[in-house]
């Protein structure tokens, strides 16, 4: 832990510390379930979004190719008002997919759910091997303390890479999200 963030918590909340880390609190382990399902969510979304929009607009084509033929064939105007309708339905699906990026964000939002896992797979490491050896409670209220402001900073990272981006995409003239 960097000594600027112990700094933060004078010596008069140690008890509060050890609480917020301790099985009762459990601040630590509900900070991390709280990050990474939040990414979860939103890569899930995105998955769902991108693989969607891509559905619709490689269908749709299919189907103005394979039946437009017939459906003239039938005469009167369905022919003409289905291929007019599954035509705007895969440009729109081809700009909506463009203008939100989805598979971007999927990913995006993937890789930093893995990455909130690495972490904590290396912090409860940490705290194991720490526990083996029966070292002082307050090295592992340290470790954990640590292992929070390791997930605050990274979500702090990964908000400010989010603007930037979505400025990016502002002054490009692309929506963001």
């Not at 709280?34 to 929009?53: E, G, I, N, S, T």
């Not at 269908?59 to 599954?86: D, H, K, Y």
């Not at 699906?93 to 990455?115: F, S």
């Not at 640590?146 to 990272?157: A, T, V």
């Amino acid at each position: 832990m960097k000594e600027s963030d112990a700094m933060c918590f004078g010596e008069s909340e140690n008890k509060r510390i050890a609480y917020l880390f301790s099985e009762e609190g459990n601040c630590v382990e509900q900070r991390y379930e709280d990050c990474q399902k939040w990414f979860v969510r939103k890569a899930c979304f995105y998955k769902a979004m991108y693989y969607l929009l891509t559905a619709v607009s490689g269908i749709c084509p299919l189907l103005i190719a394979g039946f437009g033929s017939r459906w003239t064939e039938m005469g009167g105007s369905f022919g003409q008002n289905a291929s007019v309708i599954l035509s705007t339905a895969a440009g729109v699906a081809v700009l909506l997919n463009n203008m939100t990026k989805a598979h971007e964000r999927w990913i995006t939002y993937r890789g930093a759910a893995e990455t909130l896992k690495m972490m904590r797979a290396e912090f409860l490491a940490k705290r194991h091997s720490l526990k083996l050896k029966h070292t002082d409670e307050k090295e592992v209220v340290d470790l954990e303390l640590e292992f929070l402001l390791k997930i605050e900073r990274y979500m702090g990272e990964e908000n400010e890479r989010w603007m930037d981006r979505n400025a990016g995409d502002q002054q490009n003239g692309q929506g963001g999200g």
